[in-house]
Nanobody, 123 residues
Framework: QVQLVESGGGLVQAGGSLRLSCAASGRTFGSSTVGWFRQPSGKEREFVAAITASGGATNYADSVKGRFTISRDNAKKMGYLQMNSLKPEDTAVYYC????????????????WGQGTQVTVSS
C-alpha cells in the first residue's frame, strides 16, 4: 500500500519554473515506478513522465522533453517533477502515481494515485 500527496503547484508566468513534490508513505514506494500525469480542464488525463524504482531510467512525453525533469529520493520517500520553461498549455491538474512492476504511459496501470495539484501557467 502506498499513499501519495502532491504539493508545489501554483500560478506561474510563461517561461517560469515550478517544482512538484510527491510525498509517499508505505513500504513499497522504493519498489515502485513513479509516474506523473496531468489532466487539463475538460480533457483526458495524459502521461507526463515516469521513473523506475531505482531511478536508473526515465521516460518523458514528447511535449515536455527537455523542459521537465523527473527524479526521486527513495530514502525520503519523495518523488519530484522539475518543470522549466513552462507554457500555457502545461496548465493542468498534475497527479503523482505509483505502481509496482509497471513501465508504461498508461494511467490505468498505476495502482496508487495522489489527489492532484493545480498548475496554472499564464501567458
Amino acid at each position: 500500500q502506498v499513499q501519495l500527496v502532491e504539493s508545489g503547484g501554483g500560478l506561474v508566468q510563461a517561461g517560469g519554473s515550478l517544482r512538484l513534490s510527491c510525498a509517499a508513505s508505505g513500504r513499497t514506494f522504493g519498489s515502485s515506478t513513479v509516474g506523473w500525469f496531468r489532466q487539463p480542464s475538460g480533457k483526458e488525463r495524459e502521461f507526463v513522465a515516469a521513473i523506475t524504482a531505482s531511478g536508473g531510467a526515465t521516460n518523458y512525453a514528447d511535449s515536455v522533453k527537455g523542459r521537465f525533469t523527473i527524479s526521486r529520493d527513495n530514502a525520503k520517500k519523495m518523488g519530484y517533477l522539475q518543470m522549466n520553461s513552462l507554457k500555457p498549455e502545461d496548465t493542468a491538474v498534475y497527479y503523482c502515481a505509483a505502481g509496482i512492476a509497471v513501465w508504461t504511459v498508461e494511467a490505468g496501470r498505476y495502482r496508487y494515485w495522489g489527489q492532484g495539484t493545480q498548475v496554472t501557467v499564464s501567458s
